[in-house]
């Protein structure tokens, strides 16, 4: 029997997606809703992430420890994340438990109850974690980094949210923020692994479901004009942080491609330009890596380096160099060939997991509202030319939409 995909929209908007994975006895299912912290306004920054551990701390049927033995007294576990457009709620476990975890995650996003004193709890340990990142150099300039990038933008703001609005929040808003967010035409339902779909389907259907459609309100949030002055911050560090970035490719963008292998080139790996001349060349740094991601209208690409002060300027000088290298023609069909088979090498080795099955599962149908299945990845990967990359690389690579950053010691 091979492996095969199935999807059922329900009346109410649901949508319910499984993957049938006949090599394995495990499963992982996850409910996804599709709002994260851009769909905040300036006064709720922070609550998507929040409500993502208040989900934890009881619901009208379990207390929080049930709900965390609900799993692990099985051998599966139970998790979590927030992102900037979508949260996620998830379960690990043997494809006969299941129906638990369905149970347990449906009542998670159907029946919390919000404890005040588990809320006043919680917004601690939610702080705790913003100084947690601030105190981690390279966190704390991505962050800031991504705040210049898309200032008076919710793209710019912290998914943590802030001390100030966290603190404020209450039982309230939770329940407003989920009768707004919550709603069915806005969850996906994600399983992958040894299951099978005419049984999720009707189980889903009496847990999770409900009799009235809720449309859920667009936001317009228009981008704000690009500022390219560099930003220039101090920490009692030893290191300085540096990043050379700009906005990057939507999703759906045509040459998205085109920059996933261009982000291979110079920063995928020990093997890459970025670290060969670098780190290898030079020894200006012992971490070197470029970031890419993208969102429904933009994204992010850059190249981070933790380097010392006095190299800061050279490294700024290198990594300019590498990127203008691309633009001068100067790539050959077997670095862009190696290039191919490490990416599709990772895409490939990431599908022997079923958690990262479930993920793609629902991020292409909050995405592309289809499957991409690998062959049509590998298709598009392969039809890039060296001519592609050189193209992309002179219109992209130029310094005017860059923005340095830097995170000194004081």
């Known amino acids: 029997m091979?492996?095969?995909?199935?999807?059922?929209?329900?009346?109410?908007?649901?949508?319910?997606?499984?993957?049938?994975?006949?090599?394995?006895?495990?499963?992982?299912?996850?409910?996804?809703?599709?709002?994260?912290?851009?769909?905040e306004t300036k006064q709720q920054a922070g609550i998507t992430h929040f409500l993502e551990h208040m989900l934890f701390k009881g619901t009208k049927n379990r207390t929080a420890f049930?709900?965390?033995?609900?799993?692990?007294?099985?051998?599966?576990?139970?998790?979590?994340?927030?992102?900037?457009?979508?949260?996620?709620?998830?379960?690990?476990?043997?494809?006969?438990?299941?129906?638990?975890?369905?149970?347990?995650?449906?009542?998670?996003?159907?029946?919390?109850?919000?404890?005040?004193?588990?809320?006043?709890?919680?917004?601690?340990?939610?702080?705790?974690?913003?100084?947690?990142?601030?105190?981690?150099?390279?966190?704390?300039?991505?962050e800031e980094f991504t705040s210049h990038l898309f200032k008076d933008h919710p793209l710019g703001r912290p998914i943590l949210g802030y001390e100030e609005t966290v603190s404020a929040f209450t039982d309230d808003d939770l329940f407003q923020y989920m009768r707004d967010r919550y709603?069915?035409?806005?969850?996906?339902?994600?399983?992958?692994?040894?299951?099978?779909?005419?049984?999720?389907?009707?189980?889903?259907?009496?847990?999770?479901?409900?009799?009235d459609r809720k449309l859920v309100e667009p936001l317009d949030q228009e981008l704000s004009p690009l500022d390219t002055k560099p930003l220039s911050l101090t920490k009692s560090i030893e290191q300085t942080?540096?990043?050379?970035?700009?906005?990057?490719?939507?999703?759906?963008?045509?040459?998205?491609?085109?920059?996933?292998?261009?982000?291979?080139?110079?920063g995928g790996?020990?093997?890459?330009?970025?670290?060969?001349?670098?780190?290898?060349?030079?020894?200006?740094?012992?971490?070197?890596?470029?970031?890419?991601?993208?969102?429904?209208?933009?994204?992010?690409?850059?190249?981070?380096?933790?380097?010392?002060?006095?190299?800061?300027?050279?490294?700024?000088?290198?990594v300019v160099e590498q990127l203008n290298l691309l633009a001068r023609q100067e790539l050959a069909n077997k670095e862009l060939s190696e290039a191919k088979a490490q990416l599709k090498g990772k895409l490939l080795l990431s599908q022997e997991n079923t958690s990262n099955r479930m993920m793609r599962l629902a991020k292409s149908e909050i995405y592309y509202?289809?499957?991409?299945?690998?062959?049509?990845?590998?298709?598009?990967?392969?039809?890039?030319s060296v001519e592609d990359i050189i193209s992309f690389a002179q219109v992209f690579m130029n310094e005017s939409e860059f923005v340095e950053a830097k995170l000194t010691p004081e």
């Open 2 to 39: 091979e492996d095969y995909i199935t999807k059922t929209v329900m009346p109410n908007g649901l949508t319910i997606v499984t993957e049938h994975i006949t090599s394995v006895k495990s499963v992982t299912a996850g409910i996804w809703v599709k709002s994260g912290a851009r769909h």
């Open 66 to 142: 049930e709900i965390a033995q609900s799993m692990e007294s099985v051998g599966g576990y139970l998790n979590a994340f927030t992102s900037t457009e979508y949260t996620c709620y998830y379960a690990r476990c043997l494809d006969t438990e299941l129906r638990t975890a369905l149970d347990v995650l449906s009542d998670m996003v159907m029946n919390p109850i919000f404890p005040k004193e588990e809320i006043e709890k919680e917004k601690k340990v939610v702080i705790e974690e913003m100084k947690m990142y601030r105190d981690s150099p390279d966190d704390y300039l991505f």
């Open 369 to 384: 509202k289809r499957h991409v299945d690998l062959d049509e990845l590998v298709e598009h990967i392969d039809s890039v």
């Open 241 to 266: 942080h540096y990043i050379w970035g700009r906005r990057g490719l939507h999703f759906d963008d045509d040459q998205k491609y085109v920059l996933l292998l261009t982000n291979t080139l110079l």
């Open 269 to 318: 790996g020990m093997s890459s330009r970025l670290h060969q001349n670098i780190r290898e060349k030079y020894g200006y740094c012992y971490s070197v890596q470029t970031f890419n991601q993208s969102f429904l209208e933009t994204g992010i690409w850059g190249v981070y380096v933790g380097t010392d002060k006095e190299y800061v300027e050279h490294v700024h000088e290198l």
């Open 183 to 211: 709603a069915p035409e806005n969850l996906i339902i994600a399983v992958a692994g040894n299951v099978d779909h005419d049984t999720v389907l009707p189980y889903c259907q009496s847990v999770l479901t409900t009799e």
